[in-house]
């Protein structure tokens, strides 16, 4: 569908003769038209060939059976089998639904929640401010692979942080081999990651609102919570759906930490994990591993296209 | 809290005294930095502590003796040199290309009309949206059917070789680059490449010399924040990668842990050691870091 829209733009440029005087100082001479569809073209036929052909492949191998290592011959086409399966028997895909939704709904809270609240205490002229935000924003740049390491030294039953400093040394709890509460454990790591960058966004944000409608609320005689909730914060909107699409992408991307730690097994399992173990795990089983990642991209274009909505149709606009 | 803390802003702006809820304030928020920092500190603890020190005294206990011994066994054992190696041969080329590309489809999108505009620009920037989940199956089949001479590849096809990652990075990366960029472009003044324009520059020198200079600044942080993004990835070396010697230093440190064994400070050590390059580009270009991830949150 867009690989057929982008041929026509690559070939056009070569049909106005080079050269030719333009008649308004706008027109494009055949070199430079030539030009600009390469500068084009190239990049978009590189982002088409390895982000959108594969997406359309996953909606294409979703419907059939094929153990990927064959040639393409292999492939049976066998319907919705796939989703039938994952949906009635596959035991893992639920559980994996589950906790991708705890996922959310504790970044969603947590995080945000950590962030904005930071971002608040921190817009205003205060000392040390540049101090509190580096601290706040480190965790932001360590890999989540590396944040599952540096958070098993914590959580670790033999000598772990946690442990010794709740006084369980005696009776350890298992932080990260106990099914019932790993999934928990590995959410206040994200966590601890995540809030630096939401804090960076509203912090953003704070400074954009214009400081005029704050003082009119004020000499309205607004409380500054009433001026936080019913002014600043709706006035955000647009940061609003940045943290929003921010959170749920990044819960829906959620694998390098649950994988670091046990391969994303014993409570840990995600739609993530269940899609690539199709590849570099046991099970190798091409056509169900491509419906999680349908499922995958149906849930992110429930809100990756909400959001291409609202920031290129404020564009038109203006 | 908010509501009580929030008060004495405005009175202490104008008469900078000290009062109970600043104090409170700078309390609570020395607290929560130093609850931020404990996971690295920890680490740095375990990390200069001996192995036998603390399979005597167990970790939470005061260290005999520092040293840095686990930094050199680490170095040493995980033969990190190789790795950072690897992730150099991927990330340099990737950034570099990630950069001029996208600035390329910025320009284009941004100085000029035609008709695919936001729909190139849209497509651009729901691709770096996706899950990477959604895209690896039929990229990991795509890369072994496509073949390449063995000079480029000693694998002879994109799989097992870092020039297939280095593609997936740019394809991924773009998107965002490319989003931040436009909006940043759209700000200068048409006037000026309308002038260049009218002055006979081309396509490319309008591009090249007159609106790449005046987005030094995005471009500063956007080298920033990707050099962290694709230094940091895991997913894409994992998958595409299945030689473990070829591995960039995040995804080879899944390896790394079977060959630190159990020993708790070797991992500590091994662990900063990878964290180090990205802790250093964020402490020297702190400013470039935050500002990338603003310009792609709030539109320029």
Known sequence: MTAVQEKPKAVAPSGPPPRRRGKRATALAGTDKLVLALMLGIPAVVHLLFVWVPTLGSIALSFSRWNGIGGLEDIEWIGVANYVEIFSEYPRFWPAVQHNLIWLLFLLVVPTTAGLLLA????????????????????????????????????????????????????????????????????????????????????????????????????????????????????????????????????????????????????????????????????????????????????????????????????NRT | MTATLERPSVAVRKKRSVTPARVALHVFLVLTCLMTLTPLLWAVYASLRTYEDTSVNGYFSIAKSLTFENFAKAWEIGDLPHFYWNTFLITVPALILTLVLSSMVAFGVSRFSFKFNIALLMLFTAGNLLPQQVIVTPLWRLYRLIELPAWMSESESLIDSPLGVILIHIAFQMGFCTFVLSNYMKTIPYELTEAARVDGASVFRQYWQLTLPLCRPVLAALATLEFTWIYNDFLWALVLIQDGDKMPVTSALQNLKGTFFTDNNLIAAGSLLVALPTLVVFFVLQRQFVGGLTLGSTKG
């Open chain 1, 120 to 315: 608040v205490l921190l817009d205003r002229e205060l000392r040390f401010s540049r101090i509190y935000q580096s601290a706040l924003y480190m965790p932001m740049v360590l890999s989540l692979a590396l944040v599952g390491f540096i958070w098993q030294l914590i959580y670790t039953p033999d000598g772990g942080l946690l442990n010794s400093l709740l006084g369980l040394s005696a009776d350890p709890v298992d932080w990260i081999g106990d099914s019932d509460i790993n999934l928990y454990a590995v959410l206040v790591a994200a966590a601890w990651r995540h809030t630096g960058y939401i804090m960076l966004l509203y912090l953003a944000g704070l400074k954009s609102v214009d400081p005029a409608l704050k003082e009119a609320a004020a000499l309205d005689g607004a409380s500054s919570a009433q001026t936080f909730f019913r002014v600043t914060f709706p006035v955000m909107k647009p940061v609003n759906i940045v943290v929003a699409v921010v959170t749920v992408i990044e819960a829906l991307r959620a694998f390098d930490i649950v994988y670091v730690i046990n391969k994303g097994r014993n409570g840990l399992e995600l739609l993530s994990v269940l899609v690539t173990d199709n590849i570099i795990g046991e099970a190798s089983r091409i056509g169900r591993g491509s419906a999680v990642a349908v499922i995958l991209l149906t849930i992110s274009l429930g809100v990756i296209i909400p959001y291409l909505y609202q920031v290129f149709s404020k564009e």
